[in-house]
T-cell receptor
Framework: GESVGLHLPTLSVQEGDNSIINCAYSNSASDYFIWYKQESGKGPQFIIDIRSNMDKRQGQRVTVLLNKTVKHLSLQIAATQPGDSAVYFCAENIWGQNFVFGPGTRLSVLP | DGGITQSPKYLFRKEGQNVTLSCEQNLNHDAMYWYRQDPGQGLRLIYYSQIVNDFQKGDIAEGYSVSREKKESFPLTVTSAQKNPTAFYLC????????????FGSGTRLTVV
């Protein structure tokens, strides 16, 4: 992912609305992707993953969509809650290599 | 419970000092990693180790050193050669092999005073 400097992209949503967080990944050969959630002052936590042979995967309140044609990954969070406020970032991987992490998007949930 | 533990949570370093950040995991993971996180940037890889007694430089290894004497432990030393060490440092581990994500520790915030 490309650095966006000191300011993360920010997404503000009303509590109860759906959130969509986007990620443009860098390598067309990447075949495994993960979304992480990072709360302030804490380490990243795994949310959901997807392999390149899929274009959609659903978890509990979360869905990841993969568009390999345009190298785009999105995370959808249904019925966003205050506890969802965090930085979300994607990670891409090619087998045998280390993960590459995007800079992240800060999600703020408004009451 | 299995997990990965980083200590200390906060660390202050004086100019010219070396400091060591601890990372311990009881997940029986083969691979361990150190990342640096700066505001608004993605995680940048400092060093990684796939097996005991072996490690490789990442993208920003200058000014850092590591050791991997035990499978469970991967300490990171921030040396005086690192000119801008103030950052949030994350340790991670993973099962070696295809298609496994990383488990992260809770991080150490290092500040130069």
């Amino acid at each position: 992912g490309e650095s966006v400097g000191l300011h993360l992209p920010t997404l503000s949503v009303q509590e109860g609305d759906n959130s969509i967080i986007n990620c443009a990944y860098s390598n067309s050969a990447s075949d495994y992707f993960i979304w992480y959630k990072q709360e302030s002052g804490k380490g990243p936590q795994f949310i959901i993953d997807i392999r390149s042979n899929m274009d959609k995967r659903q978890g509990q309140r979360v869905t990841v969509l993969l568009n390999k044609t345009v190298k785009h990954l999105s995370l959808q969070i249904a019925a966003t809650q205050p506890g969802d406020s965090a930085v979300y970032f994607c990670a891409e991987n090619i087998w045998g290599q280390n993960f590459v992490f995007g800079p992240g998007t800060r999600l703020s949930v408004l009451p | 419970d299995g997990g990965i533990t980083q200590s200390p949570k906060y660390l202050f370093r004086k100019e010219g000092q070396n400091v060591t950040l601890s990372c311990e995991q009881n997940l029986n993971h083969d691979a361990m990693y150190w990342y640096r996180q700066d505001p608004g940037q993605g995680l940048r890889l400092i060093y990684y180790s796939q097996i005991v007694n072996d490690f490789q430089k990442g993208d920003i290894a200058e000014g850092y050193s590591v050791s991997r004497e035990k499978k469970e432990s991967f300490p990171l030393t921030v040396t005086s050669a690192q000119k801008n060490p103030t950052a949030f440092y994350l340790c991670a581990s993973s099962i070696e092999g295809r298609g496994y994500g990383y488990t992260f520790g809770s991080g150490t915030r290092l500040t130069v005073v």
